[in-house]
């Protein structure tokens, strides 16, 4: 039986770090893995895409699409989801259902920039009214066919200043 003192590790296991710059006999001396002169001989050496002053490529595709310097980050919300916590009793279908409903019936951890309602099948419970910021038409389809209502407000815009109303 081996003692505490005696515990090694598999020869091999670990490998002594390399240490550069430190003469000719060490295999990384001079010039330290770097190579010859120039600029990545040199620190703060920062080329990645530089092409040697050819226009790199990610400056010659084409751009496309469009990205809005304010995103709105959704919680979406399925309806067959919603009725399965209907069905366990984890949502009232006599109240109506928003954002405050759906944290406390824990749908959804948290209300972001609003709710979105999504889905076009899977709701049976009859006159469920929904609150939300926002509905596919799949959603709203499938909601007014079970009897039920769909209302929706709109997110309010961050960036927008109320009027004063003095």
């Known amino acids: 039986m081996t003692q505490l003192n005696e515990l090694r590790d598999n020869p091999g296991a670990n490998k002594p770090r390399m240490r550069i710059g430190r003469g ?10 770097r190579g010859g002169k120039g600029q990545t001989a040199r620190s703060g050496v920062a080329i990645n895409g530089f092409e040697g002053g050819q226009m790199p490529l990610h400056m010659r595709m084409p751009k496309r699409g469009f990205n809005s310097f ?5 919680n979406e919300v399925r309806i067959d989801r919603v009725q399965a916590y209907i069905d366990s009793g984890k949502l009232d279908i006599t109240a109506v259902i928003d954002a405050d409903a759906l944290i406390a019936a824990r749908v959804i951890r948290r209300a972001k920039d609003g ?3 999504i889905g076009s099948a899977g709701l049976t419970s009859k006159k469920v009214t ?3 910021n926002y509905a596919t038409k799949g959603a709203l389809a499938a909601v007014e066919a079970a009897g039920g209502k769909v209302d929706v407000i ?3 815009a961050p960036w927008k200043k109320t009027p004063y109303a003095g």
């Open 70 to 74: 304010n995103p709105k980050d959704w």
């Open 24 to 33: 000719i006999g060490s295999g990384k001396g001079k010039t330290g893995g």
């Open 130 to 132: 929904f609150k939300v």
């Open 115 to 117: 709710i979105r309602l």
């Open 154 to 156: 709109p997110a309010k």
